[in-house]
């Protein structure tokens, strides 16, 4: 039975213990979702689930800026999920925003807002793993073996996959959405054939690059995730159209609904909320462009979304935390990339450890994310080298920056990026990211590993220590390591240089 179908507790009542509960939050085009919900041997259990209609992707202007009314929409929605979640360890909460975070031109200023009214950091994600997400929920809370097709319209961005059992084949975010294509059709609520005609154009025209990679021919069932596909889905039933199975048919009988009303605010469907009256219109057209092109002859809503595959991966990552060996999806994705772009992996590993060494001597007490983030970094700090030996940590970074990582978010994907484009050279041009004190012991482990390894071969033992006094770090090294290692002393004096000449700390040499 899944359990995930049935009505959630109010959002007055309150959990006992937050032991062995997971909460998710969707921060989304349309609505934001907060999903709270516990997995015991397998099975899921939702215990609270809240939504808002925020319609932040509507907030976008012309130079693809977020307002200021749409963004306080958006914070006053997360101080009140903050309100609920209350306690809630940390580790055991994630939040992801999508599509409408993706284009905002100033959506690092929104994000650091965003963490302040929540108590917690929001992480973008990008269309591949937004898709890929969608699909674990699918997986997980309606299992099949059979290859099914996988549809999410959310309010600017669409998801396609294809997968069998626990695992995506194929999966693509496009840019188009239920709010972004009502906006552009049906922005003054009115409803004509003209309009949708054009509105069904327009959608099909970005999906025509993916008719073969979709079609009919790979998938045996369809099924439609989220809140454009279920409000379809629950006006069919509604109206005795279907048994909540969408369908050629039933679109075409929607949309002669709406043209005959004329107008959004004239809509009166059964099982239509207010809410969704607004973007219906985008929804539909998106729906029948996707049956006409990939043959969906009946499309069935779905019993997962994204905020349940972001619930089920947070669980794979803290069982993971727990082993010792620590490993989760980013570490195949980062081995896969190291592959891909042919990175020398005995360097990369000899800088990983040297760098994890020295960071433990200056943050002892580090979170395992951090740590984990300074070893994906040496991992990957060469990847660029494939472009170009000149400048490699430039490329490096934009790599790092722009690849498709399964389980990265973009945001950590950026993260990731100033620590590679840090590695080497002065560092004025990270100067940002250096007001965040632990990307800056990170940066600084990882510079001095790079340094120590320079000559590609595993550095002398012992080591070079460091001791940490707030912003000041003595460079110890041990007994005539400076006589044996004279030009490594360069790069270790000019090193302090670089540090000295942004001040984020002083790293101060031994005496001669």
């Known amino acids: 039975m899944d359990n995930s179908r049935m009505p959630a507790q109010p959002a007055s009542s309150s959990v006992p213990s937050w032991r062995g509960v997971l909460a998710s939050i969707d921060i989304g085009s349309n609505s934001f979702r907060?999903?709270?919900?516990?997995?015991?041997?397998?099975?899921?259990?939702?215990?609270?689930?809240l939504k808002e209609t925020v319609r932040l992707g509507a907030g976008l202007d012309a130079e693809g800026r977020?307002?200021?009314?749409?963004?306080?929409?958006?914070?006053?929605?997360?101080?009140?999920?903050?309100?609920?979640?209350?306690?809630?360890?940390?580790?055991?909460?994630?939040?992801?925003?999508?599509?409408?975070?993706?284009?905002?031109?100033?959506?690092?200023?929104?994000?650091?807002?965003?963490?302040?009214?929540?108590?917690?950091?929001?992480?973008?994600?990008?269309?591949?793993?937004?898709?890929?997400?969608i699909y674990k929920g699918v997986a997980r809370l309606q299992p099949s073996m059979h290859p099914r097709l996988v549809i999410d319209i959310g309010g600017r961005s669409t998801e396609l996959i294809i997968g069998a059992g626990s695992v995506p084949m194929q999966a693509e975010s496009f840019g188009i959405g239920s709010v972004s294509l009502s906006m552009r059709y049906f922005g003054d609520g009115l409803f004509t054939e003209e309009r949708f005609r054009a509105a069904q154009i327009a959608a099909g025209a970005e999906f025509e690059e993916a008719l073969e990679t979709f079609s009919r021919r790979h998938w045996s069932e369809a099924l439609g995730s989220s809140g454009t596909a279920g409000a379809v889905s629950q006006i069919l039933a509604a109206?005795?159209?279907?048994?909540?199975?969408?369908?050629?048919?039933?679109?075409?009988?929607?949309?002669?609904?709406?043209?005959?009303?004329?107008?959004?605010?004239?809509?009166?469907?059964?099982?239509?909320?207010?809410?969704?009256?607004?973007v219906l219109g985008g929804g539909l057209a998106i729906l029948s462009a996707l049956a006409a092109q990939f043959g969906i002859e009946a499309l069935q809503p779905a019993r997962g979304a994204l905020r349940q595959g972001v619930i089920f991966d947070l669980e794979e990552r803290l069982a993971a935390d727990r082993d010792p060996a620590h490993h989760d999806?980013?570490?195949?994705?980062?081995?896969?990339?190291?592959?891909?772009?042919?990175?020398?992996?005995?360097?990369?590993?000899?800088?990983?450890?040297?760098?994890q060494r020295l960071h433990?001597?200056?943050?002892?007490?580090?979170?395992?994310?951090?740590?984990?983030?300074?070893?994906?970094?040496?991992?990957?700090?060469?990847?660029?080298?494939?472009?170009?030996?000149?400048d490699?940590?430039?490329?490096?970074?934009?790599?790092?920056?722009?690849?498709?990582?399964?389980?990265?978010?973009?945001?950590?994907?950026?993260?990731?990026?100033?620590?590679?484009?840090?590695?080497?050279?002065?560092?004025?041009?990270?100067?940002?990211?250096?007001?965040?004190p632990d990307l800056v012991w990170q940066l600084l482990a990882l510079r001095l590993a790079v340094l120590l390894c320079h000559a590609r071969c595993a550095p002398d033992e012992p080591l070079p220590t460091l001791a940490a006094d707030g912003r000041a770090v003595q460079l110890r090294l041990p007994a005539g390591w400076g006589e044996r290692h004279p030009r490594t002393l360069h790069l270790l004096a000019a090193e302090a240089e670089a540090w000295a000449r942004v001040g984020a700390l002083q790293l101060q040499m031994p005496r001669a």
Not at 82 to 111: K, S
Not at 365 to 377: F, H, P, S, V, Y
Not at 402 to 428: E, I
Request: hydrophobic share 40%; charged share 25%; proline share 3%.
């Open 329 to 355: 999806l980013r570490d195949d994705t980062v081995a896969e990339l190291q592959q891909r772009f042919r990175a020398d992996a005995m360097q990369a590993r000899r800088v990983q450890d040297t760098a």
């Open 239 to 278: 109206a005795g159209i279907s048994d909540g199975a969408i369908t050629p048919e039933g679109l075409a009988w929607c949309i002669r609904a709406c043209v005959q009303a004329g107008r959004v605010d004239a809509l009166e469907l059964p099982g239509l909320k207010p809410e969704r009256r607004a």
């Open 360 to 390: 433990r001597q200056v943050q002892p007490r580090a979170e395992l994310d951090l740590q984990r983030e300074l070893g994906w970094a040496a991992a990957l700090h060469e990847i660029g080298m494939m472009v170009s030996h000149h």
């Open 34 to 49: 907060l999903e709270i919900g516990q997995t015991t041997r397998g099975r899921y259990r939702r215990i609270d689930y």
């Open 66 to 133: 977020l307002s200021e009314e749409a963004a306080q929409r958006g914070l006053v929605c997360l101080q009140r999920f903050r309100a609920r979640l209350a306690g809630i360890p940390a580790r055991q909460l994630r939040a992801v925003a999508t599509q409408t975070l993706r284009e905002a031109a100033n959506r690092d200023a929104f994000l650091a807002r965003a963490a302040e009214a929540l108590g917690h950091p929001v992480e973008v994600i990008s269309g591949r793993e937004e898709a890929r997400l």
């Open 392 to 436: 490699h940590h430039r490329h490096s970074a934009y790599l790092i920056a722009h690849v498709d990582a399964p389980g990265f978010s973009q945001t950590q994907q950026r993260r990731l990026a100033d620590l590679v484009l840090g590695h080497r050279g002065g560092l004025r041009k990270i100067e940002a990211a250096l007001a965040e």
